[in-house]
């Protein structure tokens, strides 16, 4: 289905942001991190929209024609295409944060089994990790960096609800996980959203390995 932009919204702008999106979705396919066409991928366009992948695709096969526009509320402009089922978890992070340009959703095994082994606890305590310090804002590794675990649910004003109450408790927020589902993560450009979601997918591994060595 083609995609009619609105005029303030040039093309060559949008096919830049698909084509970031689609190149991206690709290599974290190719990591396993989007099996079974799971996963969900945006990026801002300008301050009341952005591009996200169209619902179902198979995230290792991405072309521009994938990609749609969505309004800051997640709904649909110019095309009878579907976004993602989670656009509202996206645009949640836009509205929340204005210099946030990228947002990933990947569902790694290591995401999925280490969402399930935290989720009792609704806080996974990163400290320690030299590698913390690719997080934004962290600048040690003596720094406790909290990644939330939200239950899952098929209800995204629930979900969008779990994450607002934790932004407004006022602790940094730079990703989280939902039980036995994925990541969420973000950043100012999709280098920086990259970057976290590659970090956190270490850090999680590690902790991981941790238990299985120390239990
Ligand atoms: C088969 S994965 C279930 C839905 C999901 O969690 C996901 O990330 C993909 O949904 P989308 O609508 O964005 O394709
Ligand atoms: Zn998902």
Redesign the pocket.
Known sequence: MSQQLPANIPAALFNERADAIADAARELAQHGWTP?????FSMRVDADHAAI?????D?GKLGRADIMLVDMQGKAVGTAS??????ELHTQVYRRWPDVNAVL?T?SRTQSVASRLFAKDGVIKLEGWELQKAIRGHTTHEDVLDLPVFPNTQHMPELVAQVDAWIDGGKPLHAYLING??IYTWGRDMAEARRHLEALEFLLACELDLRRLTS
Do not use: L, M, W
């Open positions: 079974a066409t799971s996963s969900n992948t169209i619902s179902g695709r995230k579907r976004p993602s089922a989670e656009t959703h569902h589902h994925g």
